[in-house]
């Protein structure tokens, strides 16, 4: 089976005293998730999830969580079916401007438990709940 990797960042902001998680919501098919897309050749992952963070958000201002990375795999079924590597580190975004990339349809700063019901798939909700145990934990 072929394999793919990715990588992408869990963004947060501080807004109204509350930490908001950023969602884009996937033009093609309407799910949400966290920025993130695919690695280039000759790339590292965090340089993937910097420039992925750029080329969907335009946000560039960001400051990366220390020790925080949480990966996921999963198969993906279309022409043909491969293995999706996904690897999400953890940043504090300090603005909410966002310029969408025509690949998502929307964008939303959702609280944890409003994150936790817009993303459509459990190891997402996962990496979620670890990335705000981790912030919790007062890294």
Same mark, same amino acid.
């Given at each position: 089976?072929? +394999?793919? &990797?990715?990588?992408?960042?869990?963004?947060? @902001? +501080?807004?109204? !005293?509350? %930490?908001?998680?950023?969602?884009?919501?996937?033009?093609?098919?309407?799910?949400?998730?966290?920025?993130? !897309?695919?690695?280039?050749?000759?790339?590292?992952?965090?340089?993937? =999830?910097?420039?992925?963070?750029?080329?969907? +958000?335009?946000?560039?201002?960001?400051?990366?969580?220390?020790?925080?990375?949480?990966?996921?795999?999963?198969?993906i079924v279309r022409k043909e &079916?491969?293995?999706? &590597?996904?690897?999400?580190?953890?940043?504090? %975004?300090?603005?909410?401007?966002v310029l969408l990339s025509p690949?998502?349809?929307?964008?939303?700063?959702?609280?944890?438990?409003?994150?936790?019901e817009l993303v459509n798939f459990?190891?997402?909700?996962?990496?979620? @709940? %670890?990335?705000?145990?981790?912030? =919790?934990?007062?890294?």
């Amino acid at each position: 089976m072929k +394999t793919k &990797t990715s990588a992408g960042f869990v963004l947060f @902001r +501080t807004h109204e !005293g509350s %930490c908001k998680y950023l969602l884009l919501k996937s033009a093609r098919d309407g799910l949400y998730g966290f920025p993130k !897309g695919h690695i280039d050749e000759d790339e590292k992952l965090l340089e993937t =999830a910097y420039r992925e963070l750029m080329e969907e +958000t335009g946000i560039a201002d960001i400051r990366v969580v220390d020790g925080f990375q949480k990966s996921i795999s999963y198969e993906i079924v279309r022409k043909e &079916t491969f293995l999706k &590597t996904a690897h999400y580190f953890l940043a504090e %975004c300090f603005s909410g401007n966002v310029l969408l990339s025509p690949e998502h349809a929307e964008f939303h700063w959702a609280g944890f438990e409003e994150a936790l019901e817009l993303v459509n798939f459990d190891q997402l909700r996962e990496v979620l @709940r %670890c990335a705000r145990d981790y912030l =919790a934990d007062g890294s």
